[in-house]
């Protein structure tokens, strides 16, 4: 078994909210058999790889915030393109998820 964690932090800044703030720290974690690991990370390079063609730019890590957003370098991609990479992770943890 693998897990994969990673945390989030709150914005830098003030939201008027108790609750969303930039002390804020959220972990999420995901499951991977042994054996769908290879495939994972395979595709993941495959992805960066991808992106980093089509934005004509080194693309070495996914950070959602910046891709959903569409912070440099998710700004200068057509609309959606964003949510589609979002949508490749979704599909992943899904087949995960279903393979058991």
Known sequence: MHIVIDDTYGPKVDTGSSFVTGERRT????IFSDGEVQDIRKQLVECLEEVSLVANKSIREFHFVDIYNRNTPWDSLNEGFNLRV??????IYKRSLVSR
């Open 27 to 30: 972990h999420v974690a995901v």
């Open 86 to 91: 979002i949508e490749f992770f979704a599909s």
